[in-house]
């Protein structure tokens, strides 16, 4: 197990590398750079003015400074945050959209996997249809839709809670509901499917025959192997959810680590975006290595090498 | 009429406001710099002006000159001289004096060249400024090969880095240089070893110029502080608008102190105006600042005028979807708005005519055509589009935001400045322009032709008023072609475009602001248009200081302009706000501005959401 984690680590190493390498080069190709305005500078200034971020220098030598100072765990300043670090500003920004985004897993599990299991026990009957239903309008309804939506309802018509800001509890509710639902609506259907195989399975079968309670047998027996999708799922779709999203902060104001990323793209703050690549892709190698312990210990199949 | 109904059950920020006397404010976008001499934005005007006073202050309705940190000021006769009275009780937040020493200390901040200030030229009216802040120039030349054959008295220049050097040859009767006369010494150059000499006849003269940037004493800028309380400001030329310029936030001052703790004097990117480090004179201190989620201010006790100040603190909120804006606002979160999504404009004017602003605002939007190729190389095309343009179908049907036609370049009254309307909308006599064109050309249609936007829905839909127009009117196809901002930027300053969208702001209340930019040459000029009379008007203009006769030169300006038409005006913006009624002392102006120390918060008696 150890050994199958420090080869895990070993191996994301390269890839960190080359992510680093193509997202340096992806945002210098691309035009327009972070001083360019609507107001035009003469060239001289431009170039005194770049040449305080070190812009001025040929491409591959900023690209090698980049990455000796990243080594020392520098990942610079903001170009369009004056005066503030890039690592700073993750710092500040991801704890709110990691709040979000385990609420929202919180809310989709709460009710996507009830729904779920409850759709896989009565197969096509009355209660299937209702909630399968729900769940294919909850994937289709964008969130840029939903979000809007539930304001509308929570917010103006019944003013029940705040329509944006990340100050209080209450402001929490509705934007978590919103990436929620939607994520609940996805993981309602891969329980569903997932319960349907295995309760066709032949030791489920047998649970049943040697005299299992009904209820038993599903939380025994057969979750374990219908939740196997679902973990699947859960391991990218926790790292998009923690790692913000760009449409809900929007709507609702709220400073996530979503927003800096777009934003930053938009203003080819370079740095800005290098370091929320680079943080996300950290993430997501972590979170896939915990997926696949989880997967290991909930499926002895996939422990062999 | 549902969300009437709203208010949530916790009282809202604007219900709260009048008893905490917080200005909830709706900032648009997060601010790139806080610091008066880098800034470069709209919402950090917004925010600068509640932290740091200039030496004159605004008059809350007709923006006019009021006295700022300085008390009283004289104009010299030739309006070439302004000497301040800076008050004795003008404080910085930490409690020290603000003295005529720190604007100096400001003015040599922002017009050094190492800083890199985006705004600097904002300042190049004063004297010899321009020299000090265009940096390398040549001092000396030395001759390192006299050659022979050169003529005396001819006039060189230097190819380069730099522009601009202008020497004159002198040489003895064989024709080898004696000497080089500097008359120009240019800008931006760098060291060389040596470098050739050409005129007609001579040959084999090298040179080496020494290089250098002149020194703030040795340039003598025309800003000395005659004591710590009176600063004297000399001009280049009569400017008579200039105490309104001295409203910009480049000509703020910073505390030297604090720039200096902070090594920013000529560096960027430094932490000195983050909360707690920042001191200004302003009646606001920076008291929070969260990036992307709200910067504070609170009341400056040390303000010389904190008695007028009512406001016990500003909020602003950099909200940049305009729906969400409108949300918060009809919760109760916002005071006012930054913008209004011109889908709403239609609908709240109609239900809600008591919180809807619309303001007019000093700006033209325009579509630029590139001159060097054709068919916009040839007038005749360009002059038919602009007559096959009916700007008054544009703002009624499509705007919709009580924007208001273009038929000049400058916003009519801009400084007391109207120009004729010249951009008149002429179908037939389009028609038979295009027709004369192809005629001469032996073309059937024009080609297609690209138009390019960066995206917005707003843009886009002028845009398609527009194609329509033209294809009904001249026969033309237009492309649309849409980019993101930062793409579009760089196409519009490689001129890579045949018709392309654009808007000018004014950065103060006179027409020189929207006048210059359509120089030879200029910067924002884009167009490949150039004319030697209207660079000479401008000229004329600057150096003038009775009024009439320079609106005569910008009359005649904005008549070159209609006769060659590079440009093709459309409308002047109008700013569109939502704002509570509670909020009082807050008046239209051109600019956007809103002096803060006169704005109170007062209940009324209508039915709010």
Known sequence: MV???????????????????????????????????????????????????????????????????????????????????????????????????????????????????????????????????????????PTFVMGPLLILLFSSWLGWLPPLGWYSFADMILPSLTLGLFYGAYIARLTRAGMLETLNQDYIRTARAKGASPIRVVLRHAIKGGLLPVVTFLGPAFAGLISGSFIIESIFFIPG????????????????????????????????????????????????? | MLFLLGGCSAPSNVENAIEEKILHFGLGSEPQYLDPHLASSVSAHNVIIALIEGLVSEDPKTLKPIPGVAESWDISEDGLLYTFHLRKNAKWSNGDPVTAHDFVYSYRRILNPNLASQYASMLHGLKNARKYHEGSRVLSVEILNAGRGYSNRSEVSLVGSGTGFL???????????????????????????????????????????????????EAKVGAVAIDNHTLQLTLENPTPYFLELLNHYSWFPAHPPTIKKFDAFEKQGTPWTRPGNYVGNGPFILSEHKVNSVIEVKKNPNYWD???????????????????????????????????????????????????????????????????????????????????????????????????????????????FSPESRFRFDPQKAKALIQDYLDEKGLKSLPKIELKYNTSEGHKKVAEALQ???????????????????????????????LARAGWIGDYVDANTFLHMWRTGDGHNNTGWSNVRYDELLELAAKESDPEKRFLYFEECEKLLSEH?????????????????????????????????????????????
């Open chain 2, 167 to 217: 020497g004159q040859l002198e040489t003895n009767t064989s024709g080898s240089i004696t000497s080089v006369q500097i008359i120009d010494a240019g800008k931006n150059y760098s060291s060389y070893q040596s470098i050739e000499i050409f005129d007609e006849n001579g040959t084999d003269g090298t040179i080496r110029p020494l290089i250098g940037s002149l020194s703030w004493e």
């Open chain 2, 565 to 609: 038409a590079p440009i093709l005006p459309i409308y002047f913006y109008v700013h569109v706000t939502l704002r509570s009624p509670t909020v009082k002392g807050w008046h239209p102006t051109l600019l956007d501005h809103h002096p803060y120390k006169y704005v109170r918060l007062k209940n009324v008696d209508a039915n709010l959401w």
């Open chain 1, 257 to 305: 680590l979503g927003r800096f990323f777009v934003t930053a793209a938009f203003n080819r703050d370079y740095t800005m975006v290098l370091g929320t690549v680079l943080f996300y892709a950290c993430l997501i190698i972590i979170l896939n290595l915990v997926v696949d312990l989880i997967q290991a210990s909930l499926d002895p199949k996939s422990r062999e090498p």
């Open chain 1, 3 to 141: 050994k199958f984690i420090v080869v895990r680590i070993l191996q994301a190493i390269p890839t960190l590398f080359v992510i680093a390498t193509l997202t340096f080069f992806m945002t210098r190709l691309a035009p327009g750079g972070p001083f360019d305005s609507e107001k035009n500078i003469p060239a001289e200034i431009k170039e005194k003015l770049e040449a305080h971020f070190g812009l001025e220098k040929p491409l591959h030598e900023q690209y090698f400074l980049y990455l000796g100072n990243l080594l020392q765990g520098d990942l610079g300043p903001s170009f369009k945050y004056m005066g503030w670090e890039v690592s700073e500003l993750i710092a500040k920004a991801f704890p709110v959209s990691a709040q979000l985004g385990l609420f929202s897993l919180l809310i989709a599990l709460v009710l996507g996997l009830p729904a779920g299991v409850v759709a896989a026990l009565r197969k096509n009957s009355a209660y299937d249809y209702c909630l399968m239903t729900t769940a294919m309008l909850g994937i289709c309804l």
């Open chain 2, 306 to 416: 904190a008695e007028t100040v009512s406001l016990e603190a500003i909020r602003f909120y950099p909200i940049e979807s305009a729906d969400t804006e409108e949300r918060a606002f009809r919760s109760g979160f916002l005071h006012l708005t930054q913008t209004v999504s011109p889908d709403r404009i239609d609908f709240l004017k109609q239900n809600h005519p008591e919180v809807i602003h619309f303001e007019p605002y000093l700006g033209t939007y325009f579509y630029r055509f590139n001159l060097e190729e054709p068919p916009f190389d040839d007038v005749r095309v360009r002059l038919a589009f602009n007559l096959a343009t009916d700007r008054q179908a544009i703002v009624e049907k499509v705007t919709k935001g009580g924007q208001v036609p273009a038929r000049c370049f400058t916003p009519p009254g801009t400084g007391g």
């Open chain 2, 468 to 498: 329509g127009m033209w294809k009904n009117h001249l026969g033309v196809e237009i492309q649309l072609l849409n980019m993101e901002w930062k793409v579009f930027l760089s196409t519009i300053e490689k001129q890579d475009f045949a």
